[in-house]
């Protein structure tokens, strides 16, 4: 009596599935190469670029540029030294710190004097 609840299964036959790495595979497999490829060319690559434009900046500093820090303090460069990577800002009148390049987030370079300023 067959059970209508029930399907018969059968068995696959051996020689159709012989190689390890078949077109089935293959096609099973293309939708995560596809998300790889689109998050690299969208997500990782634009970082990887961003992060060494960035170190070139960090490298790059001179005296007069503004600075936003990573914990978010604003400044202007006072000094830098090339064999260390520490930086002298002036963060008010008179007022300076040193700061580690690497903690430099933002680099807004200096465009002359704005207008409301004497």
């Known amino acids: 009596m067959h059970n209508i609840l029930f399907s018969t299964a059968y068995a696959a036959d051996a020689g159709t599935n012989g190689g390890a790495f078949s077109s089935a595979a293959l096609v099973q497999y293309a939708?995560?190469?596809?998300?790889?490829?689109?998050?690299?060319?969208?997500?990782?690559?634009?970082?990887?670029?961003?992060?060494?434009?960035?170190?070139?900046?960090?490298?790059?500093?001179?005296?007069?540029?503004?600075?936003?820090?990573?914990?978010?303090?604003?400044?202007?460069?006072?000094?830098?030294?090339?064999?260390?990577?520490?930086?002298?800002v002036e963060i008010a009148q008179g007022v300076k710190v040193k700061v580690i390049r690497s903690t430099i987030t933002t680099i807004l370079r200096r465009e002359g004097k704005p207008a409301n300023e004497a």
């Open 31 to 88: 939708p995560f190469v596809l998300i790889f490829v689109v998050f690299y060319f969208f997500l990782i690559r634009p970082q990887q670029k961003r992060q060494r434009e960035l170190r070139e900046e960090q490298n790059s500093l001179r005296r007069g540029d503004r600075i936003v820090t990573a914990g978010g303090i604003v400044g202007t460069v006072q000094n830098t030294r090339d064999d260390s990577q520490e930086v002298d």
